[in-house]
């Protein structure tokens, strides 16, 4: 699958890549978790029962963000 | 694959001699011919012809039966959410309830079996089936035994809905009320007061069955392909790593529910030992696996769409095999985190808590993947046609519902969440936006195929998606909204404060919205059947097919289909560099992420499952969950039997050890300003829990937080917080907001109050009903039944029958006086329980005047005891329908008075 390759088209390059655009997706969907898990801040024991998860779902989305815009293309 | 002088695929998969049998058996032979007689005679109607694709090859023929039942299903299934959300939102709403609880609680229920297991589960199957053959491009064999297996498959569902009647009168009170998931014991008959039809267990047994013979099928055909292509393959593609791991994980998984169903099967009729608890954590492992068997639809969808549409392999083939062998690896084993309240061994809860936050590598491993398989790629190249809008919906969706799935995992932040309608949120998440997205790619990418023509519409697909994302992100949300608030899964009965409402209200809304989206898509599929542009694939590979198949949902498509050369300039090594460095971070961080929230999950698994060594002067409740109601035996400064009733002073640390009988129950306190209280009780099992009560005397409630049968909505229980000394007015109780605990009652003065039963047998739509409040001295107040509120859901009038007018001929016959009486009753706490003050009989139809002169202190009004109900409409309750009845109290409430 997308691996028997031949000759194409080259088409004109314009606007957002797919690459952005799922990006897009990973952090509205990421940033919705994180609204759900945060909506519980006024919990008491939301510091020592939450957060460390909570925190790790950030740093989590901010890696996997810098990772992928680090690593290289798939040419 | 066969194609026509035109072009137009004849059949799906490769056709030839198959030479199962050098001679048929009889059977088969049988089958065949009565196959083909009733094949040649539908084709005759266009209508079958097309729906059907009654002149294809069996295998295509097949899919489409098992993508039309999935549809049907579906169809179905979303009539009872629309059914169960109607319902709800009319108490809501204060409007008339038009269905019975068993019935609500039975929509419920076939709601998810229908969702889950005779639409997703199906078509799952179907396109699995297909694809497999196709892109292997295999020769089908034994088609009986597929046939065996979608029969079971729906013939499961028939099962499972349990019998009704038709005849004298449709009576469709018997389907089951037990959740899709059922936890031993409840519905067992001579274990539980609530018992569904043995039907219940036959149907999981025999969907079992269908889905392991699907995988068997599939596993056969595997082999045989592996076998004849030995040496000549040298990797299988990444899409068929996760089908793969899907046919391995169904017999894993179905194995459990099947010894679950079976073992609840034996319980039924008296034989076998019983484990309530062991039996849970076995159906578990069948819960958690099948959630991830469905989760694989959109898993398969990405490692198989995005590579075509991206016209490029995916990024790293052995971190797609890594993904496929931890998801298959660890999905078995996860059974206890959906019981990390149950009191289970700390260590057990701890190691699932583990693996579990180990199960996000794969997915880390999988979104990471095919992202950067989409990196390079130009924007002129990529086209959003509905396949590709629909695999970043599930993205997104994916992220939406999987990241939540952590919070869940964290055993200390699933006592805030567990039950509540967050966890509704979290799985419709992952069903809808994450599941079903990508399960509608992969059909707007094959259904041509089956069909042999194009899309007819893309304008339809367009609104199709963009009605769909509206209603399913909204749907979602006010699930989230509400679970926020503490309000928990399946309430009928919950507070009705402007927030919940609100959000109820606009839950059915967006509920409506998912469900009219998918019209768009029934009237594409059908318009395509019937007007759909003939499809030609000569010359094309699968992937230009794919390509050609999904442009047919753009209106404007201007990416050509055809495949690019690719060269690659980027070497492996490079990207396997960034893919390591990903996965090390996932791996540090999860780890940090255990190292932090372990000693909690230790203290609090440890706290449930054994008992605390209270300081001096604690409170000790003995608690039985009975269906429904709390059975509350209180030793400690304060002594006595209530029910439903809890009674503790200001700031007292209290020591709860609870069971259950003939269900698992859940004591809950879901304070917001104070730790939440949330354990799990079942029967033959102790749990425990110390607390410290609130400082603030008041009238905390604390609602049954696992559902027990169909009348579940009523049994809310009363943490009654007496003064640490003399008399305490709820001034600071109602300025705190009751310490954020959504179910309190809400306060009302006493004197000149006039309380109204509604439909439920509640006073005021609240249980416990409102608490007054007055001053010591007269007391004076009203209650009122109206005689319209007496129906099938009240409780109060022992007659269910289908004749509209039983109740009331029994209220007629009976001088409008039922045989309980109603009062106010002192709390003795000195071990005399509840104290009569006055009381009189209960009458329906005219106010009841409560009058009495009362000193400060708490007492309890109304009904103050639960109702043995027997529900039996028309008499037709037997062993094989089905069968309930329960103790119910909900015409209570609490009685404050204080200068």
């Known amino acids: ?75 | 694959m066969g194609v026509s002088d035109a072009g137009t695929p004849k059949t799906v998969v490769a056709e030839g001699p198959v030479a199962v049998f050098e001679h048929p058996p009889a059977l088969i032979r049988f089958f065949d011919r009565t196959e083909e007689a009733i094949r040649s005679r539908l084709a005759k109607l266009s209508f079958f012809q097309r729906v059907f694709q009654l002149d294809r090859d069996w295998m295509t023929r097949i899919t489409m039966l098992m993508v039309v039942a999935s549809v049907f299903w579906g169809i179905v299934g979303a009539f009872d959410i629309f059914g169960f959300e109607t319902q709800v939102t009319a108490f809501a709403l204060g409007q008339s309830l038009h269905l019975s609880n068993q019935e609500i609680y039975s929509s419920l229920t076939l709601h998810g079996i229908r969702m889950l297991f005779g639409f997703a589960q199906q078509l799952e199957l179907a396109l699995f089936g297909i694809i497999f053959v196709t892109a292997f491009g295999l020769v089908p064999r034994h088609k009986w035994a597929y046939y065996l297996s979608v029969l079971l498959v729906n013939l499961s569902m028939v099962l499972m809905e349990g019998p009704f009647y038709l005849f004298p009168q449709f009576n469709d009170n018997y389907f089951p009320a037990l959740g899709w998931y059922f936890y031993s014991p409840l519905g067992i008959r001579g274990l539980s007061s609530y018992v569904a039809s043995p039907l219940w267990y036959l149907g999981w047994i025999a969907l079992s069955v269908g889905v392991v013979i699907w995988a068997a099928w599939m596993l056969i055909h595997f082999l045989d392909w592996w076998r004849s292509h030995r040496g000549q393959v040298r990797r299988i593609p990444p899409f068929a790593l996760f089908v793969l791991a899907t046919v391995i994980l169904i017999p894993l998984s179905y194995a459990t529910v099947l010894a679950s169903s079976a073992w609840d099967l034996f319980n039924y009729f008296g034989v076998g030992p019983v484990d309530p608890l062991a039996n849970q954590v076995l159906f578990w492992f069948f819960g958690h696996g099948v959630v991830y068997i469905l989760f694989l639809i959109p898993i398969t969808a990405f490692y198989f769409l995005v590579p075509i549409f991206a016209k490029r392999p995916i990024y790293s083939y052995r971190a797609a095999f890594a993904a496929a062998v931890v998801f298959t690896v660890l999905t078995p084993v996860l059974s206890i985190h959906h019981l990390y309240l149950t009191p289970v061994p700390p260590w057990s809860a701890w190691l699932t808590m583990a693996l579990t936050f180990f199960i996000i590598v794969p997915s880390a491993i999988t979104f990471f993947t095919v992202w950067m398989t989409t990196k390079g790629v130009k924007r002129g190249e990529w086209q959003w046609n509905a396949v590709t809008l629909f695999l970043i919906l599930s993205f997104a969706g994916t992220m939406a519902g999987g990241l939540t799935g952590p919070d869940n995992n964290t055993l200390a932040f699933d006592i805030d969440l567990h039950n509540t309608m967050f966890i509704v949120s979290h799985f419709h998440a992952i069903a809808l936006l994450s599941i079903a997205a990508g399960g509608f790619a992969v059909v707007y990418a094959a259904f041509p195929l089956l069909a042999g023509r194009l899309w007819y519409s893309p304008r339809l697909a367009r609104a199709h998606f963009v009605s769909t994302t509206i209603g399913w992100s909204g749907l979602v949300l006010f699930m989230d909204l509400l679970g926020s608030d503490g309000i928990l899964r399946r309430s009928l009965i919950f507070p009705l404060t402007n927030a919940v409402v609100s959000d109820q209200v606009w839950l059915l809304v967006f509920t409506v919205i998912s469900i009219g989206a998918q019209l768009f898509f029934v009237a594409n599929v059908l318009l395509t059947l019937f007007k759909g542009e003939l499809l030609t694939v000569q010359g094309l590979s699968l992937d230009e097919i794919i390509r050609k198949l999904a442009q047919s949902t753009h209106p404007k498509p201007t990416v050509p289909i055809s495949n690019r050369k690719f060269e690659r300039s980027v070497p492996r090594a490079r990207r396997e560099r960034a893919e390591r460095t990903w996965i090390t971070v996932v791996v540090v961080l999860i780890l940090g992420v255990l190292v932090a929230t372990s000693p909690l999950t230790v203290s609090d698994s440890t706290s449930i499952g054994t008992p605390s060594d209270p300081p001096a002067g604690s409170e000790y409740f003995s608690l039985v969950n009975y269906q429904y109601y709390w059975g509350v035996q209180e030793s400690g400064p304060i002594h006595g039997s209530f029910s439903d009733v809890m009674v503790v002073r200001a700031g007292q640390w209290v020591a709860v050890n609870a069971t259950a009988q003939g269900a698992t129950g859940g004591f809950y306190l879901p304070f917001r300003n104070l730790p939440t209280v949330d354990i799990q009780v079942i029967p033959d099992a102790m749990s425990y829990w110390l607390f410290q009560a609130p400082s603030v005397p008041g009238v905390y409630a604390a609602p049954d937080s696992e559902y027990n049968g169909p009348w579940f909505g009523q049994d809310v229980a009363a943490l009654v917080v007496l003064p640490a000394t003399g008399s305490s007015s709820l001034a600071q109780y109602q300025s705190n907001g009751g310490e954020g605990d959504i179910y309190n009652p809400p306060v009302l003065g006493a004197n000149g109050a006039f309380l109204i039963v509604d439909q439920e047998g509640l006073f005021d739509n609240s249980v416990p009903g409102p608490t007054l409040t007055a001053s010591p001295g007269p007391v004076t107040f009203q209650y009122y039944i109206p005689t319209s509120s007496i129906g099938v859901d009240s409780y109060l009038v022992n007659v269910t029958s289908n004749d509209p007018n039983g109740q009331l001929n029994y209220l007629a016959a009976h001088n409008y006086t039922l045989p309980y009486r109603v009062g106010i009753y002192a709390i003795n706490t000195t071990g005399g329980g509840l104290v009569p003050v006055t009381t009189m009989p209960l009458r329906v139809g005219s106010p009841m005047n409560e009058t009495a002169t009362l000193a400060a202190g708490v007492y309890v009004y109304g009904l103050v005891s639960p109702i043995p109900y027997v529900y039996n409409p028309a008499g037709e309750s037997t062993w094989m329908t089905g069968s309930e009845q329960g103790d119910i109290m909900g015409m209570w409430g609490i009685l404050w008075v204080s200068s």
């Open chain 1, 1 to 75: 699958m997308g691996e028997f390759m031949s000759a194409g088209v080259e088409t004109v390059e314009r606007g957002v890549t797919p690459f952005v655009w799922l990006g897009v997706a990973i952090i509205v969907g990421a940033a919705y978790a994180l609204f759900m898990g945060l909506s519980y801040y006024n919990t008491p024991t939301f510091t020592t029962a939450a957060l460390p998860t909570i925190a790790g779902v950030v740093v989590a989305l901010v890696a996997f963000l810098v990772i992928g815009a680090w690593a290289p293309p798939n040419e």
